[in-house]
């Protein structure tokens, strides 16, 4: 295992988490369902000296991480004094776990002044017909790249909503579709078919995950079939799955959410050996998870693609963050 990735020794520490929820306005609807609450834990350690490093535990269990309550669960039998060897001993499925108690540690051994990203965001559409009027509203905030979710409703439905989208837009907007897993190969195949003779209209960035993880080989069969690239997204949510499909020969654009992946730096590692063409992204964490989120990012997200953290407009209470 990839130590914590601080080379500071420190005895015990005072350890102690809360627990917060955050209503979205409007809920969220993705091919998942509705979300309407985002529940997570922030966790505080405190050295002998008084020094304090904070970390934030935002699940994400359809994508394949720990559900809340057993974060929840897992946080409250841990001891109020823990050691280095207590942070390090986060089993890999609790891997939002492992990404809040290493994040607290970096924060604790290795403060660092809040990071405002100088790369790019991407603002995040709501489902169907309402992304018509909503990306004049983002586009006037500052967003120029903006991401719509798919698979919610039946593609032809879809599809005619998505040739509106593209009239609405500026030309020199650039849009990226997210399926989450929720297409078949034949939709898939309609929706990137599509996609190739839009081109000219409006940058398409990517297509997002559009059949599920187990696919793997279709995936690699459709990214070689189509002109617009596809992202791996629910296929490599955690660094186990990242390695996978790296190992199964994906060379194309990785979304990684880094409040789910793991250990901070044992993602570092990953990305900084293998050089992926990385997009970072959110889970709709508030400010301290995020923080930490944009550090990795900005180190390691492809600073030719916006990252995925034009999310606050969905959490009221993160409104004052602008792109």
């Known amino acids: 295992m990839i130590g914590l990735g601080v ?31 985002r529940q997570g834990l922030i966790i505080t350690l405190k050295d002998d000296s008084g020094k304090v490093g904070r970390g ?12 809340w309550e057993q974060a929840q669960d897992y946080c409250q039998c841990l001891s109020p004094q823990l050691t280095e ?74 599809q005619a909503i998505f040739l509106d989208l593209i009239a609405e837009l500026p030309q020199t907007a650039t849009l990226r579709l997210d399926a989450n897993g929720g ?13 190739d003779h839009l081109t000219s209209e409006v940058r398409i960035e990517y297509l997002e995950q559009p ?16 002109q617009t690239p596809l ?18 020969g994906w060379r194309d ?10 250990y901070p730096e044992s993602l570092r590692q990953f990305c900084q050996t293998y050089a992926i063409d990385a997009v970072f992204s959110s889970v709709f964490e508030s400010e301290i998870g995020r923080q930490a989120c944009l550090q990795l990012a900005a180190d ?13 407009h969905w959490l009221p209470e993160y409104e004052s963050l602008h792109p």
């Open 183 to 195: 297409l078949s190969y034949q939709s898939a195949c309609q929706w990137l078919g599509l996609c």
């Open 211 to 226: 059949l599920p993880p187990s696919q793997m080989a279709d995936l690699l069969a459709l990214n070689q079939q189509f």
């Open 56 to 67: 934030e535990i935002a699940p994400l269990p359809w994508f394949g991480s720990e559900t």
């Open 253 to 262: 654009i990785f979304i990684i959410k880094p409040a789910i992946c793991g």
């Open 85 to 158: 060897k207590d942070l390090l001993s986060v089993p890999d499925d609790y891997p939002a776990c492992q990404f809040g108690f290493g994040s607290a540690w970096a924060a604790l051994t290795n403060p660092t002044e809040p990071t405002s990203s100088q790369l790019p965001m991407c603002g995040l559409l709501p489902t169907g017909k309402t992304a018509l009027s909503a990306c004049s509203h983002l586009w006037q905030q500052g967003y120029r790249t903006l991401k719509w979710k798919i698979g919610v409703d039946l593609p032809a439905a879809e």
């Open 300 to 312: 390691l997200s492809n600073p030719n693609r916006a990252i995925g953290f034009g999310v606050n």
């Open 7 to 37: 080379g500071v020794q420190l005895g015990s520490m005072q350890y102690s988490c809360q627990t917060y929820q955050h209503p979205f306005h409007p809920p969220l609807e993705t091919r998942y369902g509705v979300w309407s609450v």
């Open 231 to 248: 992202a791996l997204d629910e296929s490599v949510a955690t660094l186990a799955q990242l390695q996978h499909c790296y190992q199964q």
